[in-house]
C-alpha cells in the first residue's frame, strides 16, 4: 500500500515555517495546502467532471455514510468504483460517515462496538461499526479513506471529550485490521475536543497508525475561532513531518489560513456550493450577497480579479436577476465561481509559500477580503 502513496515537502517558507509539498496517489499527484470540494453524492452539487478539472480541482471528496444509503456502494462497486461511477480520473477522498453520525445526535446511540442510528430518510434502523465503515469505503474505492471515529460535540466535560477519544482509538485499531484494498490510503483521525491534554494524548496515540497521512477532527463544530486555533497551536511540532496534515470539514478563507499557518496541509468544506445556492459569492474583495437590490443594475463582472465563466461572461446583475428567480443557472454559475476561487487562493497561498512571503500574502488578502487579523 505505502509504494502506490508518498509526500515529499518541497519548500518551507523560511519567515513562517509553513510548508509546500505533493502527495503521490493511484490517481494523480496533489499539490498541498490545498482544498478540496465536497461532492456528498459523488457529484459536487451542479459541476461537472468537466468544470472540476477547467477550474483546476486536484482532488474531490464523498461521502460514505450517504453514498451506502443511496445508490449503496456494492451498486457503486460494481460500477468499477465512484472514479468510473461519476467519471472523474482524478484523486478522490471519502470521509467514514462519523460526522453525518454526529449530526444525528437526537436519534444515535454510541456503544464500544459502533453506533446505532435511524437513517434520515427512510428512519429505519442502521448499525454502523468501524468494520462496516472500511468495508464501504473499500467498495466506493477512493485513493484516500477516513477512519470511523467519535466526533464529540463543543461544550462537552472532559470526562466525555476523553471516553469519545478512547473510542475513537480503539475503533482505529479495528478500521486498520479491517482495511483491504492496498490502492487506498487510510488517514486516522485525532480527537479530543476542546482539551489541548487530550488532542496531544491523541494525536500521540494515533500517530503509531499513520503510513501517509494524518486527519484532524472536530474542529469547526461550532466553537469560537479562538478554540479552534487554540487547539492548532497545541498540536504544531507535534504532527509527523513525512506525510500530509488534513483539517476536516474547513472551508473559509481565515480558517485555511490559519490552518495552512499552524501546519495544515488539506482542507474540505460544502461552503462554497452550499453559500452559492443562497445568492452569495466569495470574491477579491469579499462577499457578494446578490440578493441585494444594489446589484439590479450593476452591470459589472462579480470579479475582475476571477477568469471563470461566470465571471468571463455574466454581470452582477445578471447574476442578480437569476438569483431572485430562483434560477438553477445561479447556483451553478456561484458554485463554480466560489469553488475556483477557494482553489485560485490556494495557488497563490503555495506560489507565496514558495516564494517565502506566506504571510504577507496573508495580510494582503484578509485587508482585500475584509478579515479582521
Aim: charge should be neutral; aromatic fraction near 10%; glycine fraction near 8%.
Amino acid at each position: 500500500m505505502k509504494e502506490n502513496f508518498s509526500y515529499k515537502v518541497l519548500h518551507v517558507d523560511k519567515n513562517s515555517g509553513v510548508r509546500t509539498g505533493v502527495l503521490h496517489t493511484p490517481h494523480g499527484d496533489i499539490y498541498t495546502p490545498i482544498f478540496m470540494p465536497v461532492g456528498t453524492l459523488a457529484t459536487v452539487k451542479s459541476l461537472t467532471s468537466d468544470d472540476l478539472y477547467d477550474i483546476g480541482a486536484q482532488i474531490i471528496l464523498a461521502n460514505t455514510y450517504h453514498l451506502h444509503i443511496r445508490p449503496g456502494d456494492e451498486l457503486i462497486k460494481r460500477a468499477g468504483g465512484l472514479h468510473k461511477f461519476m467519471n472523474f480520473n482524478r484523486p478522490m477522498l471519502t470521509d467514514s460517515g462519523g460526522f453525518q453520525v454526529f449530526s444525528l445526535a437526537d436519534i444515535r446511540k454510541i456503544t464500544d462496538n459502533g453506533v446505532e442510528f435511524k437513517n434520515h430518510l427512510s428512519g429505519a434502523k442502521m448499525f454502523f461499526t468501524p468494520e462496516k465503515a472500511i468495508e464501504i469505503e473499500n467498495n466506493l474505492g477512493a485513493d484516500i479513506i477516513m477512519a470511523f471515529d467519535v466526533c464529540s460535540e463543543y461544550g462537552v466535560t472532559h470526562e466525555q471529550a476523553e471516553k469519545a477519544m478512547h473510542t475513537t482509538l480503539d475503533w482505529l485499531d479495528r478500521c486498520v485490521k479491517a482495511h483491504k484494498n492496498e490502492n487506498q490510503m487510510l488517514f486516522p483521525i485525532v480527537q479530543g475536543n476542546f482539551y489541548a491534554d487530550l488532542r496531544l494524548k491523541s494525536l500521540e496515540e494515533t500517530k503509531k497508525y499513520c503510513k501517509c497521512g494524518i486527519a484532524i477532527g472536530g474542529l469547526s463544530v461550532g466553537e469560537p475561532k479562538e478554540k479552534m486555533i487554540e487547539m492548532l497551536d497545541a498540536m504544531r511540532g507535534h504532527y509527523p513531518e513525512d506525510m500530509p496534515r488534513y483539517m476536516m470539514g474547513v472551508g473559509t478563507p481565515d480558517y485555511i489560513f490559519e490552518g495552512v499557518e499552524r501546519g495544515i496541509d488539506m482542507f474540505d468544506c460544502v461552503l462554497q456550493t452550499r453559500v452559492a445556492r443562497n445568492g452569495l459569492a466569495m470574491t477579491s474583495k469579499g462577499k457578494v450577497t446578490l440578493k441585494n437590490a444594489k446589484y439590479k443594475e450593476d452591470f459589472s463582472r462579480l470579479d475582475d480579479e476571477c477568469d471563470c465563466y461566470c465571471c468571463k461572461n455574466h454581470t452582477k446583475a445578471y447574476l442578480h436577476h437569476l438569483v431572485m428567480c430562483n434560477e438553477i443557472l445561479a447556483a451553478r454559475l456561484l458554485s463554480l465561481h466560489n469553488v475556483k476561487f477557494t482553489l485560485d487562493m490556494m495557488d497563490k497561498m503555495r506560489e507565496a509559500i514558495n516564494n517565502d512571503r506566506f504571510l504577507e500574502f496573508k495580510k494582503e488578502f484578509y485587508e482585500k477580503y475584509g478579515i479582521k487579523s
